[in-house]
């Protein structure tokens, strides 16, 4: 089954620097990659996706990139905030035709953005 | 908020008692998963089902059970052969079988002493 690698578990950033986040994927067959920030005590939301056709998707402050001879992608933040702040997990998952799609996480990276 | 809910919030059992933690969704979504969340593990899939009346294993299934008689509801029962429960439990559903974007709920920390 697919296995998903995530890195660092924890990183302090600086308020205003960025901040990377990087995964990586086992399994050639996912095409599926989303990001999902959890504040404390809060359920999961998705903040950015890419598919395999795609080597790069922006929004706003945050970006994705996929590398998918390499079998890894990264999340970037930049001009960071306090509300920045959370635990961040990668996902990965593989075609889902007439299936369901079963998402493989990461271990999460706790963000701490200080003042 | 709102769309997808989990109840309850805290649930405290006794070894070797099965316990029933609910999901319901009012997002008309096809397909509905339960994940278990350990510290510094992750999300790991216990059970999905893409329609009404199916389901199949996830992951770590062994020890749990669920059903799936109405879209709405996909309840998960942690029986006594679960050998760690203790752990916080979401529920989360997408559109349909094609749609990769799975909406989470609050979840439900069990506590299992």
């Known amino acids: 089954g697919e296995n998903v690698e995530q890195h660092p578990s924890t990183l302090s950033v600086q308020e205003g620097d960025s901040a990377v986040i990087k995964c990586t994927y086992s399994?050639?067959?996912?095409?599926?990659f989303p990001w999902y920030k959890q504040e404390l005590g809060k359920r999961p939301q998705l903040i950015i996706d890419i598919r395999s056709n795609v080597g790069e998707k922006k929004d706003q402050r945050i970006a994705v990139t996929l590398n998918k001879t390499a079998k890894h992608f990264s999340l970037h933040i930049t001009e960071t905030q306090p509300e920045d702040s959370a635990v961040y997990f990668c996902a990965a998952s593989p075609d889902n035709t007439g299936t369901a799609s079963k998402l493989t996480f990461g271990t999460g990276t706790r963000l701490q953005v200080t003042l | 908020d709102g769309g997808i809910t989990q109840s309850p919030k805290y649930l405290f059992r006794k070894e070797g008692q099965n316990v029933t933690l609910s999901c319901e969704q009012n997002l008309n979504h096809d397909a509905m998963y339960w994940y278990r969340q350990d510290p510094g593990q992750g999300l790991r899939l216990i059970y999905y089902?893409?329609?009404?009346?199916?389901?199949q294993k996830g992951d770590i299934a062994e020890g749990y059970s669920v059903s799936r008689e109405k879209k709405e509801s996909f309840p998960l029962t942690v029986t006594s052969a679960q050998k760690n429960p203790t752990a916080f439990y979401l529920c989360a559903s997408s559109v349909d079988r094609a749609s990769y974007e799975q909406y989470f709920g609050p979840g439900t920390r069990l506590t299992v002493t």
């Open positions: 399994d050639s067959a996912s095409n599926y």
């Open positions: 089902s893409q329609i009404v009346n199916d389901f």
